[in-house]
């Protein structure tokens, strides 16, 4: 592939990383009201730990429905309809409906939510070769967002307006997301019958176990990634030393950090290989997450989230850009990283909200400790693997 990329891919690139910033604003935003719905709708942690899950099961189920669409409809319609879900449940919920709708709407967004992801990957992954770098890049447009949500949201409370100045300008701007689905061109041509011959010989015999390695380096990091952006302004709340919209604004600045971490690992993936990065991102994360969760003083916690964001920051597109190889742009390749992923993210936080109910959300949050373990773990096996095939 040539290092420059066409006009053509790079505002196919453009449109993705947009929508994925916004998704970045719309996803964030439910952590950062969450302590506003949970007062208002007198939410228990365990109901509010549903609602999260029930956003990582739409995730989950977008990684089967939405390639099913896109056989049947084009990815350009698919991506349109599926994103116009985003502003849609915002309006609803909005009005503050009952239990049973709000978790509809967590249900729906999620969905969207994986669609857009799904898209977003795939499409940069084709267009750009497997490049490490833009898939860093895109990811760090999702950054964008997340960090610019909680940061919002923190002067919208602080100014007196509420969560729902929040909502209504995430209406907007999602919709104008969808408008740029709506206009784009996102047939890359990368699964026609002229390609499949190119395959290589380990594609047509199955991704193999470094696939799976990675699958569950994902299912272990977005179960964390979901109960961070999920559960910690109620967690650091709970913790009686921030106040709630210091602790929105923490959580943004862990984006801010998670941004500037993607870019290094954009930089950094010129000079050293996709799973000497992963293992490093993973050791970190683990290492600064058991000093937050071991510290109940305000500099400590600061500095650990700080760590948390940055060596996260490259643990998901360095991953996809690993396994981009290992199925070969197939959609079902992705489907099924996807989905492991997401299963991750089902479970974490309804274990966590559900833990917290009988034992406080400061005690809960510790079971997260595991799934640090497990990605550092599986990474260091990944890595193993690759530096005994490459000897």
Known sequence: MDQILSRQKMWQIIRCCYGYAVSGMAVLAVGAVLPSLIEEANLSYSMAGGMISLMAIGNLAASFVFPAVILKIGRRLAITIFAALVPISYLILLMLPPVWLIYCLMFLMGIARGSITFLNNLVVDEVSGHSTKMLNY??????????????????????????????????????????????????????????????????????????????????????????????????????????????????????????????????????????????????????????????????????????TGFFMSGIYPTSVAHAGPLFQGSAIGMSVLTAVASIGGILTPQIVGSAADRVGMSAAISILLVNGVMMCLLSFINFRRAHKQAA
């Open 138 to 307: 895109l990811h760090c447009s999702f950054a964008i967002g997340a960090f610019l949500s909680p940061f919002f949201t923190a002067f919208a409370i602080s100014m007196g307006y509420g969560w729902r100045t929040v909502a209504v300008l995430l209406v907007v701007l999602c919709c104008t997301s969808t408008v740029f689905y709506a206009t784009g061109n996102y047939d890359t041509g990368s699964e026609t019958k002229e390609d499949t011959p190119k395959k290589t010989e380990r594609t047509s015999k199955g991704p193999g176990l470094d696939f799976y390695l990675i699958c569950l380096v994902l299912f272990f990091y977005i179960g964390l990634e979901n109960c961070v952006n999920g559960w910690f302004v109620t967690y650091l709340q709970s913790m009686g030393i921030m106040s709630a919209s210091f602790a929105t604004t923490m959580v943004s600045i862990t984006w801010l950090v998670i941004m500037a971490g993607r870019l290094l690992c954009a930089w950094l993936a010129r000079r050293y290989s996709k799973t000497a990065i992963i293992l490093a991102c993973t050791l970190g994360t683990g290492a600064s997450f058991l000093l937050l969760i071991c510290s109940n003083t305000i500099v400590p916690v600061a500095i650990a989230l700080i760590g």
